[in-house]
């Protein structure tokens, strides 16, 4: 467990498996929710360990790599030996470059499916190990608000790792843009806490009708 002198309100929880894992929480998440919510966002992070998310989402990862390169290898190549080369070798690697292209942009796509997933998976874990989901909903309602309001050129430096975090270091993303987004939108992660808090018969939950 780590605290991390940071004033943005946010956690994390990395390693490729629990007995190397790690569970990070910042000073400014301390200093903003009640030991409940805190509990919720402990109980996320945790669900991330049990699952071994980290090494999901990199193995999951490692075609999209792959894929990458070979478009950067491509890519080089023609540029820096394009004149040396015949019709068919260029075609070649104009259908091996595409092929890539294709198969990392589909990937792309797929691993940020996957996260949003294994984000509601963990929401879902936290809210039945403490059997408070409306204080996991509390916390994200906070943090998500703080994070908002945090001016965007301070958040830019973070959002390289917004996949790990509890939750992103941007505003609502809207439309398309959410298919490119780590996590899911705040009002799916709130609508799943609420119907597991009615399963679980808690009173109502925050901005919820009784």
């Keep these: 467990v780590a605290v991390s002198e940071l004033g943005m309100p946010n956690a994390f929880a990395t390693g490729r498996s629990p007995e190397h894992a790690v569970v990070c929480v910042t000073t400014g998440l301390l200093r903003r929710l009640e030991p409940a919510e805190l509990e919720g966002v402990l109980a996320h992070e945790l669900s991330h360990v049990a699952h071994k998310d980290v090494a999901v989402i990199t193995v999951a990862s490692f075609l999209g790599v792959i894929a990458g390169l070979i478009v950067r290898f491509a890519f080089y190549s023609q540029v820096f030996g394009g004149g040396r080369r015949d019709q068919n070798t260029a075609a070649v690697f104009a259908a091996v470059m595409g092929v890539s292209a294709a198969v990392y942009?589909?990937?792309?796509?797929?691993?940020?499916?996957l996260s949003r997933y294994r984000e509601l998976a963990a929401d879902r874990a936290a809210a039945h190990l403490t059997g408070r989901p409306s204080a996991l909903a509390s916390a994200l309602t906070k943090v998500s608000g703080?994070?908002?309001?945090?001016?965007?050129?301070?958040?830019?430096?973070?959002?390289?790792?917004?996949?790990?975090y509890f939750t992103p270091a941007l505003g609502t993303e809207p439309g398309v843009a959410r298919l490119f987004s780590t996590h899911p939108s705040l009002e799916q992660r709130l609508d799943q806490l609420g119907r597991i808090s009615a399963e679980l018969g808690e009173a109502a939950m925050p901005g919820k009708a009784g």
């Design 105 to 113: 942009a589909l990937s792309f796509l797929m691993i940020r499916a």
């Design 146 to 164: 703080d994070i908002a309001r945090i001016p965007t050129k301070d958040l830019r430096t973070a959002q390289a790792f917004n996949a790990f």
